[in-house]
């Protein structure tokens, strides 16, 4: 049995539009899409895996698959676990990472100036970052609690904080989650840098998880001892980390 469903519920159920498409390109006046009740069969290297028809999307229960004008439609993480991969989606700027989280830099006007890749190692996470268009010298940067939206820093919130420490990685009463090293911008106004930020992870519902945060650049150095910010001036760029 198949039951109609609109474009709008698709879109939620389905990771907000991140999907693994397979057969004919879809037709743009096509208005419905038909959940597949039947349960798929995947190979992977040769060997068959078990799945149902209906998928456990990080607690939302979603069809396994549907139909849209003749093209069937998987979720992709669904497929990344399939094959042993991670997927991370970033919402605000419709972005996909498979395997390591990578996070989209913007400056203050919503332009692109580059990335930040995070990885798990042991206890720590490492970012790398690779940026341009900055003024040159030392900047505070740090993990923040929130998601931008609207590519306004200030819905960032405050550092990342599980533990209510004081801010600052010379401050004997600290230090944040989210408190990093300065980032070093050259006489070019490029960064390329690898940070390690201790006692953190990448593991969804973690105390110390950075998924859903954010990373924000600040105007000035990091003094790493004063409270609350380390005197690092204003947000002058940043990006969300994909969950």
Same mark, same amino acid.
Not at 175 to 189: I, R, S, Y
């Given at each position: ?10 879109? =939620? ?9 397979? %057969? ?12 597949? !009740? ?6 992977? @290297? ?12 990080? %607690? ?21 676990? &399939? =094959? ?24 203050? $006007?919503?332009?692109?100036? %580059?990335?930040?890749?995070? !990885? ?7 970012? $790398? ?6 003024? #040159? ?17 200030? !819905? ?7 533990? *209510?420490?004081?801010?600052?990685? =010379?401050? +004997? ?9 300065? &980032?070093?911008?050259?006489?070019? *106004? ?9 006692? #953190?992870?990448?593991? $969804? ?5 950075? =998924? ?6 600040? #105007?000035? +150095? ?11 001036? @204003? ?9």
């Amino acid at each position: 049995m198949k039951k109609p469903l609109g474009k709008k519920h698709m879109v =939620l159920s389905f990771l907000g539009g991140a999907l693994f498409f397979s %057969g004919i390109s879809f037709a743009a006046d096509a208005t419905t899409v038909t959940p597949n !009740t039947e349960a798929l069969k995947f190979y992977v @290297d040769g060997e068959q895996k078990v799945t149902s028809a209906q998928y456990n999307n990080q %607690g939302s229960v979603v069809p396994q698959s549907f139909t849209y004008s003749g093209t069937t439609y998987v979720p992709i993480r669904h497929v990344s676990d &399939l =094959l042993g991969n991670k997927m991370y989606w970033e919402p605000h700027s419709a972005t996909i990472s498979v395997n390591s989280p990578v996070v989209e830099i913007k400056n203050a $006007k919503g332009e692109s100036i %580059g990335t930040a890749m995070l !990885t798990q190692d042991q206890n720590n996470v490492n970012i $790398k970052i690779n940026v341009k268009n900055l003024p #040159a010298g030392k900047h505070g940067i740090h993990v923040h609690q929130s998601a931008i939206t609207n590519n306004d820093f200030a !819905t960032a919130g405050s550092h990342l904080n599980p533990g *209510g420490h004081e801010h600052g990685r =010379l401050n +004997p009463k600290g230090q944040h989650t989210g408190d990093l090293p300065n &980032l070093e911008v050259a006489a070019d *106004g490029t960064a390329n840098a690898t940070m390690v930020l201790p006692n #953190a992870s990448l593991e $969804k519902g973690d105390e110390h998880s950075l =998924l859903g945060a954010s990373i924000i650049i600040h #105007a000035a +150095p990091d003094d790493e001892m004063t409270d609350p910010t380390g005197n690092s001036g @204003d947000r002058i760029a940043g990006g969300n980390i994909p969950q």
